[in-house]
């Protein structure tokens, strides 16, 4: 079948288009979050290690989807360059995955299990804050890392990030090259396929459920 006439080109569309709409907001929300995060709120500490690890899936699932899209091969260089780029989201991906069998080692790592979070201060952007969740011992050792400074630019290379075993998911480099990546797919099966419905509004229904004589009665949906 060729690809301009291949039905799993729409399904893949809305792949792409749901993962970068995660990826944006999940990512702003972040941002919103980064500039009033303390070391003090343990909620917020807590929000931003979710959002992420959430983002972490979110680029594994566009790579995920990136090695499948019918008619676009593996070799393209935009999707080599892709995936090369954003290999770190597979590492992050796949120690929590198997999160079971990494806490069950008898050789016990030192590093925190969920990771050590560091962000940019708001109010002074030389500054990095590193935090991680759990209890320490006296006497252990903790092994974490803070995020990548960029001498050249003088600058972190972003202003949230996440280590796990000595790597470094860099959240804005990673999240924008999968963003950016949705875009350029996005545009290469509107190519391939120009006669597909626009995304404008969730398609949705709703129903109603009503109680008679005790017995739950479905309502019409619209």
């Given at each position: 079948?060729h690809?301009?006439?291949?039905p799993?080109l729409l399904?893949?569309?809305?792949?792409?288009w749901?993962s970068?709409?995660l990826?944006?907001?999940?990512?702003?929300?972040?941002e919103?979050?980064?500039?009033?995060?303390s070391p003090?709120?343990?909620?917020?500490?807590?929000?931003?290690y979710a959002?992420?690890?959430?983002?972490?899936?979110?680029?594994?699932?566009?790579r995920?989807?990136?090695e499948?899209?019918?008619?676009?091969?593996?070799s393209?260089?935009?999707?080599?360059?892709?995936?090369?780029s954003?290999e770190?989201a597979e590492e992050?991906?796949?120690?929590?995955q198997h999160?079971?069998?990494?806490?069950?080692?008898?050789?016990?790592d030192?590093?925190?299990?969920?990771g050590?979070?560091?962000?940019?201060?708001?109010?002074?952007?030389r500054?990095?804050?590193?935090v991680f969740t759990?209890?320490?011992l006296?006497?252990?050792?903790?092994?974490a890392?803070?995020?990548?400074?960029?001498a050249q630019?003088k600058?972190?290379?972003?202003?949230?990030?996440?280590?796990?075993?000595g790597?470094v998911f860099?959240v804005?480099?990673?999240?924008e090259e999968?963003?950016?990546f949705?875009d350029h797919?996005l545009d290469?099966?509107a190519?391939?396929?120009?006669?597909?419905p626009?995304?404008?509004?969730p398609?949705?229904?709703s129903a109603?459920?009503m109680?008679?004589?005790?017995t739950?009665?479905s309502?019409?949906?619209?």
């Open positions: 079948m690809a301009k006439d291949d799993r399904r893949f569309r809305d792949g792409f749901f970068r709409a990826l944006r907001r999940e990512h702003t929300e972040l919103a979050l980064r500039v009033r995060l003090e709120s343990l909620d917020d500490v807590l929000h931003a959002t992420v690890w959430q983002l972490v899936d979110a680029v594994h699932r566009v995920e989807l990136a499948a899209v019918p008619g676009l091969s593996k393209d260089p935009k999707v080599r360059r892709f995936l090369d954003t770190i992050f991906r796949n120690y929590v999160l079971r069998e990494e806490l069950s080692k008898r050789d016990v030192k590093f925190p299990v969920w050590a979070l560091s962000w940019v201060a708001a109010t002074d952007e500054r990095v804050t590193t759990g209890v320490v006296p006497g252990q050792e903790v092994q890392s803070t995020g990548a400074f960029d630019e600058r972190w290379v972003s202003r949230v990030a996440l280590s796990v075993r790597r860099n804005d480099p990673v999240v999968a963003a950016t949705c797919i290469v099966i190519q391939m396929q120009p006669g597909l626009p995304i404008v509004r398609s949705w229904f109603i459920f109680m008679s004589d005790g739950p009665d309502g019409s949906g619209s």
